[in-house]
Each structure stands twice: as C-alpha cells, then as structure tokens.
C-alpha cells in the first residue's frame, strides 16, 4: 500500500482498517495483533477475504493470507496512523513474534 490512509471501523469488538491504496481501491484488514517493539509499536494486519466461504482446497490461491506489517505513528492531530516499516524495522518485528509465537507453544 503506497496511501496510509486509514478508516477504522469497529465491528463487533473486531478492529478492522480499510486501507486506500493510490488508485481508490480499498483493502479491508483486521488487526490481529499489536507487537512491541522497544518503544514504538507495530500493528499485525490480516486481510479480510469477501470470499471466506470459499474454502475448496484447490491450488486457486484462496487460502493465502494477505498480511501486513504497519508502524503505528500518531499524526499532528495525535490520531493513530499506520505507516511503513523500515526493512530494519520489519526484521525487528519479524523476529519479535517469532519470540512471542515460540512462548505461546511452550
């Protein structure tokens, strides 16, 4: 996503973040996890699929997962904002859940 533009919307306690990318077209996520990370903090973004029913266990791609990483800045308003990680930044969040998903199977 090049635009971080961002609407958030709560549904049924869910968090979900549309995303608008350069051309208008909008992306659904939901946040699934906030991930610490010294002292800034990174959002897990899992996209919402309009499809879920689809679920035929062919190779059609269905079941890949559009997952993104996000940076949470506040913006002059002090309103959240997601923004791109550093590729420093994105390894440091990459391996930060991989240490939180190791404790969980422990």
Do not use: S, W
């Amino acid at each position: 996503m090049v635009d971080k533009e961002k609407e958030v919307i709560d549904e049924q306690d869910e968090l979900v973040v549309v995303m608008t990318d350069e051309e208008g077209n909008e992306f659904y996520y939901r946040e699934e996890l906030i991930i610490p990370v010294g002292d800034k903090k990174f959002a897990l973004l899992v996209g919402i699929n309009e499809d879920e029913e689809h679920d035929c266990g062919c190779d059609c791609g269905c079941d890949d997962e559009d997952v993104f990483i996000a940076r949470i800045d506040l913006d002059e308003n002090g309103e959240e904002v997601y923004v791109d990680p550093t590729d420093e930044e994105f390894e440091e969040v990459q391996k930060a859940y991989d240490e939180l998903m190791a404790e969980e199977e422990e």
